[in-house]
C-alpha cells in the first residue's frame, strides 16, 4: 500500500494567515491526489482532485501543487470557515488511501 | 445535483455482519461512475472500504481480508457494503462516496455504526 504522511498534525493559525499544509506518498502517485475539508461531524468535502485542479464552487485561495510523491495544500487569506481538518488522498493504484489528517484551528 | 443518505443498523453484535445501503438520488448508479465506502474510526482518519463501478465491477481494500462485499442494485439506485465477522475495531462512521477514482465529488452524511459484544 502506498502511505501517505501529512504534516503538521495540527496547524495554528489567525484569521488572514497564509498557511501551507504537506502530503507526501511513500511512492510516486504521479497527480492522483485530492485534498478534502471536513469539520467536525460532517462528510468530508472535495477542495482539490488532480494534485491542483479546483473542484466547483470552491474559492480560489485554496491552491493545490505537486506531483509525484511531495503535495502541498496553500490556504491565502484564511477564514473563519477555513478552520478544519484537511485529508489527502491518492488514486493512483488500489487500495486508495489517505493522509492522517491536518487540523487547522485558531490561534 | 447528486445526493447519497446512507441507511442501515446503527448497532450490530460481534461476529455479526454489518449491512448498509447507500440511496441515490439527482443521479444514477446506472451512469459511469464508480461507488464507493469509506470509513472513520472514532478520531481516526479515512480509511477506503472499497467500490463497484456501473457494470459490476468491484475493488476492495486487502486490510479487510475478504470481508467486505459491495453490490448495487440498479432498479432501487443504490448500492450497498455487507461486512461480515465484525468486531469492535470495525466501530466507524461509514460513508458512501461517489468517484473516489478522480476524487470524491458527492457523499453522504455518514452512519454510525457500534459493533457491541
Known amino acids: 500500500d502506498i502511505q501517505m504522511t501529512q504534516s503538521p498534525s495540527t496547524l495554528s493559525a489567525s484569521v488572514g494567515d497564509r498557511i501551507t499544509i504537506t502530503c507526501r506518498a511513500s511512492?510516486?502517485?504521479?497527480?492522483?491526489l485530492a485534498w478534502y475539508q471536513q469539520k467536525p461531524g460532517k462528510a468530508p468535502k472535495l477542495l482539490i482532485y488532480?494534485?491542483?485542479t479546483l473542484e466547483s464552487g470552491v474559492p480560489s485561495r485554496f491552491i493545490g501543487s505537486g506531483s509525484g510523491t511531495q503535495f502541498t495544500l496553500t490556504i491565502t487569506n484564511l477564514q473563519p470557515d477555513d478552520f478544519a481538518t484537511y485529508h489527502c488522498?491518492?488514486?493512483?493504484?488500489?487500495?486508495?488511501?489517505f493522509g492522517q489528517g491536518t487540523k487547522v484551528e485558531i490561534k | 445535483q447528486v445526493q447519497l443518505q446512507e441507511s442501515g443498523p446503527g448497532l450490530v453484535k460481534s461476529s455479526g455482519t454489518l449491512s448498509l445501503t447507500c440511496a441515490v438520488s439527482?443521479?444514477?448508479?446506472?451512469?459511469?461512475?464508480?461507488w464507493s465506502w469509506v470509513r472513520q474510526a472514532p478520531g481516526k482518519g479515512l480509511e477506503w472500504i472499497g467500490e463497484?463501478?456501473?457494470?459490476?465491477?468491484?475493488n476492495y481494500n486487502p486490510s479487510l481480508k475478504g470481508r467486505a462485499a459491495i453490490s448495487v442494485d440498479k432498479a432501487k439506485n443504490q448500492f450497498t457494503l455487507s461486512l461480515t465477522s465484525v468486531t469492535a475495531a470495525d466501530t466507524a462512521v461509514y460513508y458512501c462516496?461517489?468517484?473516489?477514482?478522480?476524487?470524491?465529488?458527492?457523499w453522504g452524511q455518514g452512519r454510525l455504526v457500534t459493533v457491541s459484544s
Open positions: 488522498q491518492h488514486y493512483h493504484t488500489y487500495p486508495y488511501t
Open positions: 439527482g443521479g444514477s448508479v446506472s451512469s459511469s461512475n464508480w
Open positions: 463497484i463501478s456501473d457494470r459490476g465491477r468491484s
Open positions: 462516496a461517489r468517484d473516489l477514482v478522480r476524487g470524491g465529488d458527492f
Open positions: 488532480k494534485s491542483s
Open positions: 511512492q510516486s502517485v504521479t497527480n492522483f
